[in-house]
Nanobody, 123 residues
Framework: QVQLVESGGGLVQAGGSPKLSCAASGRDFSTYNMGWFRQAPGKEREFVAVIDWSGESTYYANSVKGRFTISRDNARNAVYLQMNSLKPEDTAVYYC????????????????WGQGTQVTVSS
């Protein structure tokens, strides 16, 4: 099993560049593909970014491509989401998630989830 704890959220001005962190505990973190998802008020949770177990492959939602960067440090059991040029529509609770099943954009493919961290972007 993997336990995930996100941090780094808060109130940010539009155009800001916060970095979210996800700390993982448990065994074999380096064997998991890791994803970031978000859920805005009144909306369903949506995919943001995914990184494979090695850190060599990444994939992004069109809405964040070119602005967000996902990375990981397997030695520190951590995954990150660098967010640049934030917009009010990026306001959401951001979740990290782990899976061994696939390099996936689908939340049903992920087995472990953090509790989420709120990011609020003010205009």
């Amino acid at each position: 099993q993997v336990q995930l704890v996100e941090s780094g959220g808060g109130l940010v001005q539009a155009g800001g560049s916060p970095k979210l962190s996800c700390a993982a505990s448990g065994r074999d973190f380096s064997t998991y593909n890791m994803g970031w998802f978000r859920q805005a008020p009144g909306k369903e949770r949506e995919f943001v970014a995914v990184i494979d177990w090695s850190g060599e492959s990444t994939y992004y939602a069109n809405s964040v491509k070119g602005r967000f960067t996902i990375s990981r440090d397997n030695a520190r059991n951590a995954v990150y989401l660098q967010m640049n040029s934030l917009k009010p529509e990026d306001t959401a609770v951001y979740y990290c998630a782990a899976t061994r099943r696939a390099f996936s954009t689908l939340e049903e493919e992920y087995d472990y989830w953090g509790q989420g961290t709120q990011v609020t972007v003010s205009s």
